[in-house]
């Protein structure tokens, strides 16, 4: 009979037809809603033993960042601490926190790793991190770290740190140093082609929304590897440049997935450098003598100095000077790359700080901290990149930053914004005593203050 259909010796019309299929997918649809069929990553199995590390978009510090309140002066109020921000792997997204060890080269965690290309003489000179050309003569081949200054698709590489919980390790009966490993993420867009990226595509949707895109992940130790473990996962020491600087460091090139330089478009090989705690750099100039510190100044790899100081109010206040397009709305305080954010001080006030400590109040939840104010920061191309998108603009803010910022005579022509600083530690203290904590909330009290020129 027309129209009617066989399905193992059951006759339906078209009527039946569709009224099963509309049984099968509303059955179906809510399972797939609550089971995506995504593939399942490695890092699916930290959520049972540890946590993420860091504040949330909806508890962060800085959403508010734009409002009158948050730029307000509070008259004979000293300056707060309204956030903190660590950045694990150089000029990848950053991680917000509440409260953050402070170590003798920044916070914990800050510029621990840093991408770097190889670099060689021959047949033509790569860009260098500021985005000139880098032959500098070499002979043989050289790792040179790279940034958002050439790269602008670094600030929208995520990255996660996954911190050992004790009470889901204890619910797991789990109790080997393996489960106690600190983890890092990196996570980047990545989307395959043909039907594999279809599928990709679905699957992020279905789990993420309508806005999600498919990523690729990369699961890393933090934990400094010992010689074993490091000849095991086939790391190599290797020297990086950074600036002027070589550094000793350990290569996890190998962890690497191709689809990850593509993304970033870097042409060369592309390494990822793991600092080294027994090879940090010494910080000399604008810094505090060994024995007026206590120990030797050192950073990681930060540009110069371990930790970087913004005052909310200035980097507004800057904002008004900035001609507005389409490509540049509201000047977001993350372009400058901060470690301390303070709000509650006027506008450039900071800049005259020499030496400064952080309180906790009648609270008393952490003890006092000091820091040496080094100098300030001199701004580079870097602020153009967005770090929401990683779109970088044409000329902003470092065309305004030369013009209204060039404030100090020892970087000429130069933007300045920020300050450079360098931990202070109870004397007598050392080796692995040299810690201490800073948390949001936290006073600022001036002890010193005086003129700073960047040395040149």
């Known amino acids: ?71 307000a002066e509070r008259d004979g ?15 990848c997204k ?26 060689s003489p021959f047949p033509a000179p790569v860009a260098d991190a500021s985005g000139g050309k880098a032959n500098g003569g070499d002979e043989e081949e050289c790792w040179d770290f790279i940034t958002q200054r050439q790269f602008a698709r670094l600030a929208t590489v995520v990255v996660e740190l996954w911190l ?98 593509l993304y970033l478009g870097v042409s060369n090989r592309l390494g990822l450098f793991r600092l080294d705690p027994a090879a940090l750099r010494e910080v000399h100039e604008c810094a505090p003598s060994k024995e007026s510190a206590g120990y030797q100044p050192v950073t990681g790899f930060q540009d110069a100095y371990p930790v970087n100081v913004q005052n909310l109010s200035s980097v507004q206040k800057f904002g008004t000077e900035i001609p507005k397009d389409a490509g540049l709305g509201k000047l977001d305080v993350l372009r400058f790359r901060p470690n301390i954010i303070l709000t509650g001080v006027p506008a450039y006030e900071e800049e005259t700080w020499k030496n ?8 008393g939840l952490f003890n006092p901290v000091r820091f040496h104010v080094a100098c300030r920061t001199t701004r580079c191309k870097l602020p153009n990149v967005d770090p929401a998108d990683g779109t970088r603009h044409a000329s902003e803010p ?3 930053l030369r013009k209204v910022r060039n404030v100090d005579e020892g970087a000429p022509l130069k933007g300045c914004l920020g300050l450079q600083s360098i931990p202070l530690f109870d004397k007598g203290l050392s080796g692995d005593d040299l810690e201490t904590w800073i948390g949001v909330g936290m006073t600022v009290e001036v002890e010193e203050t005086g003129k700073h020129v960047v040395p040149k």
């Open 164 to 261: 050992p919980d004790e009470m889901k390790l204890r619910r797991q009966g789990l109790n080997a140093k393996s489960d106690r490993e600190t983890w890092m993420i990196l996570r980047f867009p990545w989307r395959e082609s043909g039907w594999r990226g279809w599928v990709a595509l679905a699957g992020a949707k279905l789990a993420g929304g309508l806005r999600a895109e498919p990523q690729r992940e990369v699961l890393l130790p933090v934990d400094f590897p010992s010689a074993p473990e490091i000849e095991e996962r086939g790391y190599t020491y290797e020297n990086v440049r950074i600036w002027k600087e070589r550094v000793r460091a350990l290569n996890l090139e190998k962890d690497l997935p191709e689809e990850l330089r």
């Open 94 to 119: 950053g991680i917000e926190l509440g409260k953050s060890k402070v170590l003798p080269h920044g916070l914990q965690h800050d510029r621990t790793y840093t991408f770097a290309q190889l670099r």
């Open 398 to 400: 470092d065309r305004t």
């Open 1 to 71: 009979m027309a129209g009617l259909i066989d399905l193992k010796g059951l006759n339906l019309d078209a009527n039946g037809v569709f009224m099963l299929g509309m049984t099968i997918l509303a059955f179906l649809i809510p399972i797939v809603l609550i089971l995506p069929p995504v593939p399942l990553q490695k890092s699916d199995a930290l959520l049972q033993t540890h946590s993420l590390a860091g504040l949330g978009a909806a508890k962060s510090n800085l959403k508010k960042q734009h409002t009158a309140a948050a730029q």
């Open 356 to 363: 400064i400590c952080l309180k906790s109040g009648s609270s």
């Open 77 to 91: 109020q000293p300056a707060t601490v309204q956030s903190l921000v660590i950045y694990p792997v150089k000029s």
